[in-house]
């Protein structure tokens, strides 16, 4: 079973920065998938656009040798082909008149059609390249333009950008990625919570005990020391993915799933959050740094022998215990933990209900746990119920505690796609729900900035962990003492 493939429309989508790192690990694989899965109509047309000096065939080239390390055993010859088919290239300077007017000699070629920017270049070019497309008379009825993270350091920043780019187009033309949004698995939170009418009813403070957000990474600095030792674990994972999922679970039910609907939802759950204050900053957050240890099968260096310099306070590691000061969410915590180069690659939501008021066994039955519902991001998909039941055979009521265990892949035997192939042809079908509003981002940093003001007030130290471990021992005390684990996964 899979789901159904439907065609869009030809467009253009113009990539700046289209010979870097994410257009070559994401963006053209995940193009190249969608032209795999028969999506893409002719004369549909991705230009790459960036200051190096290239020819259509040798973006071409830049795009067989990205497909061939990053899409592995999907790499088929013919369809290779008929995708770079589709691929041009137009050498152009944000800072300077070159490469704009063939930039738009060739995209006047088909001004009736859907025209995508991608800004998959450092934020401090936007303004440049949105004045330019605007100078140049680039803009149709039809334009959109796509931004990623990070949008800004900091309120201040993240509404000085917005502001850049809201100059020149509308916010409906606007697509902040959040690519945590496109993953199959957040989207399916939404399809639990409202197209079933078993949890919906439960879902609040009543029936639910506690919330908890994973986002655990094995991988370390990679080649990201400049941007994060500067960003940051709150920052970087915090702000965004992980308060987006956040919303998705603690919203209210909106009326549709139309764009707007979704987003005023999720506006409210941000606005809702309760500050953390340098009062309570110690007792809600833990800070980690990573030190030396093993991952991913073998011995890695700590964060610090990493960095030129040696010497940095960013935390690679974060955990908080926040709170949403609503009627639904009173009184249960959503505890909050990602880090770099932890046990191993795993991201989940878990959802623990609260005890049963009373229990009618005696001693010898065992303990009751308490039901969980476990989301799975990645890797291995999928959705799991823990039930108490009694264990079976005769000799007397014995409780066990088991889950109902569905893992999509083996459920659908269907491949998982990377959530940036769904997102970017949202952009094309102009479809905004899975895509980050103004005020929502404003929002998050509205609540992410008196943390990282406090840290800096209060000297929040980063507490050093095992690489290859679950965190800080912090991070285990900040659950504890509540009374409440970490999940383990068995
Ligand atoms: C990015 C962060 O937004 O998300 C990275 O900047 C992080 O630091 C990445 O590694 C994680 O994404 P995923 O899809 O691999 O979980």
Redesign the pocket.
Known sequence: MSSQIIPVEPFDYVVFGGTGDLAERKLLPALYHRQLAGQLTDPTRIIGASRTVMTDAEYRQFAVDALKEHVKGDYDDAEVQKFTEKLFYVAVDAKSEQGWDDLKTMLDEAKERVRAFYLAVAPAIFGDIADKIQAHDLITDTTRIVVE?PIGRDLESATMLNNTIGRVFREEQIFRID?YLGKETVQNLMALRFANALYEPLWNSAHIDHVQLT?A?S?GLESRAGY?DKAGALR??VQN?ILQLLCLVAMEVPPSMNAEAVRDEKLKVLRALKPITPANVEKMTVRGQYRAGASSGGAVRGYLDELEGGVSNTETFVAIKAEINNWRWAGVPFYIRTGKRMAERM?EIVITFKPIPHSIFDEGAGRIAQNQLVIRL?PDEGVKQSLMIKDPGPGGMRLRNVSLDMSFAEAFAARNAD?YERLLLDVIRNNQTLFMRRDEVEAAWQWVDPILKAWEETGQAVQGYTAGTWGPSQSIALIERDGRTWHEND
Do not use: C, I, P, R
């Open positions: 993270k690519h986002v990474e991988v994060y970087d994972m993915h991201s990645q959530a």
